[in-house]
């Protein structure tokens, strides 16, 4: 027995394939779902989904930024506010970002409230990329422009 895994953002479908597991980054932990889980719904936060196309299979993963995640006989939807595959991923760029993310967080007296939760948002979001990118990476499979 599979589940059905469907990602979605908002500018796109990003996965929809049947599989064996799917581990998420919830708000409270990391989740495991298999075939038959209880029904959920719980939100996301930045990080890791990952996948097995079957007990035996190697997991793949995409990096997230949140989103929420709803369970229901086993049909898993994702609704991701980003999500993509390691391949799809600009290392360089990620970097770039997070390094602005990070000089933006690091001189406080610049941000309100608002701003600083967006900017610590981003930069989350930024970790979570370049952490798929690079363990993808260095699994071979995946080569950055320029790299």
Same mark, same amino acid.
């Not at 929809?16 to 708000?27: F, G, I, K, N, R």
């Not at 989103?67 to 993509?84: I, K, P, R, W, Y």
């Not at 770039?96 to 979001?125: G, H, I, Q, T």
């Given at each position: 027995?599979? *589940? ?5 953002? #908002?500018? $796109? ?10 581990? *998420? =980054?919830?708000?409270? !932990?990391?989740?495991?779902?298999? =075939?038959?889980?209880? =029904? ?5 936060? #930045?990080?890791?989904?990952? %996948? $097995? $196309?079957?007990?035996?299979?190697? =997991? ?5 930024? !949140?989103? %929420?995640?709803?369970? /229901? ?37 610049? *941000? ?10 981003? *930069? ?9 990118? $690079?363990? /993808?990476?260095?699994?071979? !499979? %995946?080569?950055? #422009?320029?790299?």
């Amino acid at each position: 027995m599979l *589940l059905k895994l469907k990602i979605v953002t #908002p500018e $796109r479908l990003v996965l929809e394939e049947d599989v064996y597991s799917v581990t *998420l =980054p919830a708000e409270g !932990g990391e989740i495991t779902v298999l =075939p038959d889980h209880i =029904p959920y719904i719980g939100s996301l936060r #930045p990080g890791e989904i990952f %996948f $097995r $196309r079957d007990a035996h299979a190697e =997991p793949e993963s995409l990096a997230t930024s !949140g989103g %929420f995640v709803e369970l /229901h006989g086993n049909v898993l939807s994702v609704m991701a506010d980003t999500a993509e595959r390691a391949e799809e991923i600009d290392i360089e760029r990620a970097e770039a970002a997070k390094k602005k993310a990070e000089e933006l967080k690091a001189d406080r007296s610049l *941000l309100d409230d608002e701003e600083y939760a967006r900017v610590a948002a981003s *930069l989350e979001k930024e970790f979570a990329r370049l952490h798929v990118a $690079r363990k /993808h990476r260095s699994k071979g !499979g %995946f080569i950055a #422009p320029g790299q």
